[in-house]
């Protein structure tokens, strides 16, 4: 079985740092291209940022040179690294191997 259960979010005031995981079973999670989605209230589901097995990223520009995605291979774990947080950066934060598995989000919620 096939799971990924995003953690991290919380309420965060603009300008400020979190870090998200999300923790994989039930896939080779060393091959599996990983990526952070995010959907905010009345929005699309909007691609944030991907990293392939060999750790290449890619960013929306909306978040490059403030996001970082990485993974940890050892601990089946993919994070994101978001820093110089902003209140339209407020969305479920959705974790996904491939887009062909996805985790229940969690919320992020930036605002002073």
């Known amino acids: 079985q096939v799971q990924l259960v995003e953690s991290g979010g919380v309420l965060v005031q603009p300008g400020g740092s979190l870090r998200l995981s999300c923790a994989v079973s039930g896939i080779i999670f060393s091959i599996a291209k990983m990526g952070w989605y995010r959907q905010a209230p009345g929005n699309e589901r909007e691609l944030v940022a991907s990293i392939t097995r060999g750790g290449r990223t890619d960013y929306a520009d909306s978040v490059k040179g403030r996001f970082t995605i990485s993974r940890d291979n050892a601990k089946n774990t993919v994070y994101l690294q978001m820093n110089s947080l902003k209140p339209e950066d407020t969305a479920v934060y959705y974790c996904?191997?491939?887009?062909?598995?996805w985790g229940k989000g969690t919320l992020v919620t930036v605002a002073s």
């Open positions: 996904t191997s491939s887009r062909n598995y």
